[in-house]
Protein backbone atom coordinates (compact mmCIF):
# COMPACT_ATOMS: atom_id res chain seq x y z
CA UNK A 1 0.00 0.00 0.00
CA UNK A 2 1.52 3.41 -0.87
CA UNK A 3 0.16 7.24 -1.00
CA UNK A 4 1.30 8.75 -4.30
CA UNK A 5 0.93 12.81 -5.22
CA UNK A 6 -1.64 13.50 -8.09
CA UNK A 7 -0.24 14.45 -11.10
CA UNK A 8 -0.40 14.76 -14.69
CA UNK A 9 0.11 10.96 -15.69
CA UNK A 10 -2.85 9.82 -12.69
CA UNK A 11 -5.31 12.44 -12.46
CA UNK A 12 -7.84 10.42 -14.64
CA UNK A 13 -7.61 7.79 -12.64
CA UNK A 14 -7.82 10.40 -9.17
CA UNK A 15 -11.00 11.90 -11.36
CA UNK A 16 -12.89 8.54 -11.60
CA UNK A 17 -12.34 7.65 -8.09
CA UNK A 18 -14.24 11.33 -7.22
CA UNK A 19 -16.47 10.82 -9.47
CA UNK A 20 -18.19 7.32 -8.30
CA UNK A 21 -17.11 8.14 -5.11
CA UNK A 22 -19.10 11.32 -5.22
CA UNK A 23 -22.21 9.74 -6.91
CA UNK A 24 -22.91 7.43 -4.37
CA UNK A 25 -22.44 9.77 -2.22
CA UNK A 26 -24.63 12.42 -3.35
CA UNK A 27 -27.24 10.55 -5.04
CA UNK A 28 -29.78 10.33 -1.96
CA UNK A 29 -30.01 14.36 -2.21
CA UNK A 30 -29.13 15.67 -5.76
CA UNK A 31 -30.82 14.90 -9.14
CA UNK A 32 -30.10 12.17 -11.56
CA UNK A 33 -29.27 14.66 -14.13
CA UNK A 34 -26.96 16.27 -11.78
CA UNK A 35 -25.19 13.32 -10.84
CA UNK A 36 -24.59 12.39 -14.12
CA UNK A 37 -22.52 15.61 -15.07
CA UNK A 38 -19.86 14.25 -12.69
CA UNK A 39 -17.79 11.74 -14.92
CA UNK A 40 -14.53 10.83 -14.91
CA UNK A 41 -13.35 13.58 -17.05
CA UNK A 42 -15.28 16.19 -15.55
CA UNK A 43 -13.89 15.69 -11.99
CA UNK A 44 -10.20 15.40 -13.22
CA UNK A 45 -10.73 19.01 -14.15
CA UNK A 46 -12.28 19.71 -11.03
CA UNK A 47 -9.13 18.12 -9.27
CA UNK A 48 -6.51 20.02 -11.94
CA UNK A 49 -7.88 23.14 -10.29
CA UNK A 50 -7.90 22.14 -6.99
CA UNK A 51 -4.26 21.63 -7.42
CA UNK A 52 -3.38 25.07 -9.60
CA UNK A 53 -4.95 26.50 -6.52
CA UNK A 54 -2.55 25.30 -4.27
CA UNK A 55 -4.43 21.71 -2.88
CA UNK A 56 -1.52 18.73 -2.76
CA UNK A 57 -3.87 16.04 -3.98
CA UNK A 58 -2.97 12.65 -3.05
CA UNK A 59 -3.79 9.13 -4.10
CA UNK A 60 -3.55 5.86 -2.05
CA UNK A 61 -3.19 2.60 -3.84
CA UNK A 62 -3.59 -0.69 -2.49
CA UNK A 63 -2.65 -3.44 -5.66
CA UNK A 64 -5.09 -0.20 -7.66
CA UNK A 65 -6.52 3.36 -6.94
CA UNK A 66 -8.58 3.28 -4.36
CA UNK A 67 -8.85 6.44 -2.73
CA UNK A 68 -7.76 10.57 -2.97
CA UNK A 69 -7.55 13.22 -0.54
CA UNK A 70 -6.39 16.90 -0.82
CA UNK A 71 -4.40 19.22 2.14
CA UNK A 72 -4.39 22.59 1.67
CA UNK A 73 -2.58 24.76 4.64
CA UNK A 74 -4.48 22.48 7.64
CA UNK A 75 -7.49 21.70 5.32
CA UNK A 76 -8.32 18.49 4.33
CA UNK A 77 -10.54 18.14 1.29
CA UNK A 78 -12.10 15.85 -0.87
CA UNK A 79 -11.36 12.72 0.93
CA UNK A 80 -12.75 9.82 -0.89
CA UNK A 81 -13.02 5.65 -1.17
CA UNK A 82 -14.72 4.19 -3.90
CA UNK A 83 -18.19 2.41 -3.30
CA UNK A 84 -16.47 -0.97 -3.52
CA UNK A 85 -13.50 -0.36 -1.78
CA UNK A 86 -15.20 1.13 1.33
CA UNK A 87 -15.18 -0.56 5.00
CA UNK A 88 -11.97 -1.87 4.53
CA UNK A 89 -10.11 1.22 6.36
CA UNK A 90 -9.05 2.90 3.33
CA UNK A 91 -10.79 6.38 4.57
CA UNK A 92 -8.88 6.34 7.76
CA UNK A 93 -5.80 5.44 5.87
CA UNK A 94 -6.31 8.13 4.24
CA UNK A 95 -7.23 10.72 6.82
CA UNK A 96 -4.72 9.98 8.85
CA UNK A 97 -2.23 10.55 6.17
CA UNK A 98 -3.84 13.85 5.49
CA UNK A 99 -3.64 14.59 9.15
CA UNK A 100 0.17 14.63 8.98
CA UNK A 101 0.27 16.86 5.73
CA UNK A 102 -1.54 19.59 7.76
CA UNK A 103 0.37 22.50 8.13
CA UNK A 104 -1.60 23.81 11.11
CA UNK A 105 -4.86 22.18 13.37
CA UNK A 106 -6.40 19.78 10.86
CA UNK A 107 -9.76 21.54 9.53
CA UNK A 108 -12.21 19.94 7.04
CA UNK A 109 -15.92 20.43 5.99
CA UNK A 110 -18.85 18.01 5.78
CA UNK A 111 -22.51 18.15 5.26
CA UNK A 112 -24.65 18.42 7.74
CA UNK A 113 -27.28 15.31 6.43
CA UNK A 114 -23.58 13.02 6.06
CA UNK A 115 -23.93 11.46 9.60
CA UNK A 116 -21.74 8.68 8.51
CA UNK A 117 -19.05 10.85 7.71
CA UNK A 118 -19.81 13.00 10.80
CA UNK A 119 -19.22 9.92 13.00
CA UNK A 120 -16.33 8.47 11.50
CA UNK A 121 -14.59 12.30 11.59
CA UNK A 122 -15.38 12.10 15.23
CA UNK A 123 -14.21 8.62 15.80
CA UNK A 124 -10.92 9.92 14.59
CA UNK A 125 -10.69 13.39 16.64
CA UNK A 126 -12.18 15.69 15.01
CA UNK A 127 -15.14 18.62 16.31
CA UNK A 128 -17.52 20.48 15.23
CA UNK A 129 -16.32 23.92 15.75
CA UNK A 130 -19.97 25.84 15.26
CA UNK A 131 -18.77 27.60 11.88
CA UNK A 132 -21.24 26.30 9.16
CA UNK A 133 -21.84 27.05 5.27
CA UNK A 134 -24.66 27.51 4.24
CA UNK A 135 -25.76 26.08 0.49
CA UNK A 136 -29.58 26.05 0.38
CA UNK A 137 -32.03 26.19 2.89
CA UNK A 138 -31.58 22.77 3.91
CA UNK A 139 -28.14 22.04 3.17
CA UNK A 140 -25.18 23.17 4.42
CA UNK A 141 -21.61 22.74 5.56
CA UNK A 142 -19.97 22.16 9.08
CA UNK A 143 -16.54 22.78 10.20
CA UNK A 144 -14.83 20.12 11.97
CA UNK A 145 -11.50 20.91 13.70
CA UNK A 146 -8.69 18.28 15.05
CA UNK A 147 -8.87 18.17 18.71
CA UNK A 148 -5.08 18.38 19.91
Not at 15 to 25: C, D, F, Y
Not at 88 to 107: D, Q, S
Request: charged share 25%; proline share 3%; net charge positive.
Amino acid sequence: MQFVEVNEKNILQAGLIHAESWKASHRGFCSEAFIKTHTPTTQKEYLRREMAAGKKLFMLIDRKPVGIVSVYKNLIENLYVLPEEQNKRYGERLLKYAVAMCAGIPTLWVLNINEGARRFYKRHGFQESGDQKPLNAALYELEMVRAR
